[in-house]
């Protein structure tokens, strides 16, 4: 199942910090927010990090963005000793500051970003450390204010350099229904039964709505992301458990081997077959695979 995160923000701030305990794993299940979220990789090894089923590679001193309601997941060998922290927006308090922000997508991946624009990369890293460095001393009037100071100024640089408009929509966005059905298939994508249909007429919305707002909000249709979200555990499964194929694809919601099948090798290049003899191996010493 596909968490729904609650964000809890700091206290008089505008976004969640976290920062990660080195006495616990680097490993993080696959999740959704509705803010966007930045990373940065201070120390440790190579964390593979998981988006909508597409696997990237980080490495120590890389900062990356997760897109608003993007599924995520993170996993890295046990033995590192890591250092890695961040922010998830609070959305809410983003667009009320720029409403334009609705139609962000944040293109900050690391390495191909900083050699793209090295001066903005390395203001964003600026920042993040001058933000976690106030953080842990704790949040004060005097520090809040200076914690802001550099908050607002990452929000522009990410604005000017590592942000592309969505399409336009004459769609007025509802990410409130969004996010409701996003759950609601977290729990359900198992059932082949489950189609954008189904949950149409379970919301009392019409399939023409729910789609405009799957793809006002997530860039794709309610069934693309009923796909998405079977595919990805099936993965899981051909990574973790040794079971026929056949049993992958009726427990991940796919109406036959054959469906798996041709929607795996669509989205991935490979069979699954061919895609668990190639990578099973990596999850089985820490890794995540591709």
Same mark, same amino acid.
């Given at each position: 199942?596909? *968490?729904?995160?609650?964000?809890?923000?700091?206290?008089?701030?505008?976004?969640?910090?976290?920062?990660?305990?080195?006495?616990?794993?680097?490993?993080?299940?696959?999740?959704?927010?509705?803010?966007?979220?930045?990373?940065?990789?201070?120390?440790?090894?190579?964390? =593979? $990090?998981?988006?909508?089923?597409?696997?990237?590679?980080?490495?120590?001193?890389?900062?990356? &963005?997760?897109?608003?309601?993007?599924?995520?997941?993170?996993?890295?060998?046990?033995?590192?000793?890591?250092?890695?922290?961040?922010?998830?927006?609070?959305?809410?308090?983003?667009?009320?500051?720029?409403? *334009?922000?609705?139609?962000?997508?944040?293109?900050?991946?690391?390495? =191909?970003?900083? =050699?793209?624009?090295?001066?903005?990369?390395?203001?964003?890293?600026?920042?993040?450390?001058?933000?976690?460095?106030?953080?842990?001393?704790?949040?004060?009037?005097?520090?809040?204010?200076?914690?802001?100071?550099?908050?607002?100024?990452?929000?522009?640089?990410?604005?000017?350099?590592?942000?592309?408009?969505?399409? &336009?929509?004459?769609?007025?966005?509802?990410?409130?229904?969004?996010?409701?059905?996003?759950?609601?298939? /977290?729990?359900?994508?198992?059932?082949?039964?489950?189609?954008?249909?189904?949950?149409?007429?379970?919301?009392?919305?019409?399939?023409?709505?729910?789609?405009?707002?799957?793809?006002?909000?997530?860039?794709?249709?309610?069934?693309?992301?009923?796909?998405?979200?079977?595919?990805?555990?099936?993965?899981?499964?051909?990574? *973790?458990?040794?079971?026929?194929? &056949? /049993?992958?694809?009726? /427990?991940?919601? $796919?109406? /036959? *081997?054959?469906?798996?099948?041709?929607?795996?090798?669509?989205?991935?290049?490979?069979?699954?077959?061919?895609?668990?003899? &190639?990578?099973?191996?990596?999850?089985?010493?820490?890794?995540?695979?591709?």
């Amino acid at each position: 199942m596909i *968490e729904h995160e609650n964000v809890q923000v700091v206290p008089r701030l505008p976004f969640k910090y976290y920062s990660h305990d080195p006495l616990t794993s680097i490993d993080v299940a696959p999740h959704w927010h509705q803010g966007i979220e930045l990373n940065y990789l201070v120390a440790g090894s190579t964390l =593979k $990090f998981v988006t909508d089923g597409q696997t990237r590679e980080y490495h120590p001193g890389d900062i990356w &963005a997760v897109n608003r309601r993007v599924v995520h997941s993170a996993t890295g060998p046990s033995d590192a000793t890591w250092d890695e922290f961040g922010l998830i927006i609070d959305d809410d308090f983003l667009q009320s500051q720029l409403p *334009e922000s609705v139609n962000w997508r944040i293109t900050l991946m690391g390495p =191909k970003s900083q =050699k793209a624009a090295p001066a903005a990369y390395e203001e964003i890293r600026m920042h993040l450390l001058a933000m976690h460095d106030l953080l842990t001393k704790g949040v004060t009037d005097v520090t809040r204010l200076a914690i802001l100071s550099h908050f607002y100024a990452l929000l522009v640089v990410l604005q000017v350099h590592f942000t592309v408009p969505l399409a &336009a929509s004459d769609v007025n966005p509802n990410p409130s229904l969004t996010d409701t059905v996003m759950t609601a298939i /977290s729990r359900s994508s198992a059932d082949p039964q489950l189609t954008g249909e189904t949950l149409a007429q379970q919301f009392h919305v019409s399939l023409t709505t729910l789609n405009q707002q799957f793809r006002v909000n997530l860039q794709m249709s309610v069934n693309r992301y009923i796909r998405l979200v079977r595919l990805m555990a099936a993965r899981k499964l051909l990574l *973790e458990t040794t079971n026929t194929v &056949a /049993s992958v694809a009726d /427990s991940s919601g $796919f109406s /036959s *081997e054959k469906t798996l099948t041709r929607n795996f090798k669509a989205w991935k290049g490979l069979t699954p077959t061919e895609y668990r003899q &190639a990578f099973a191996r990596y999850h089985k010493n820490g890794g995540n695979g591709l």
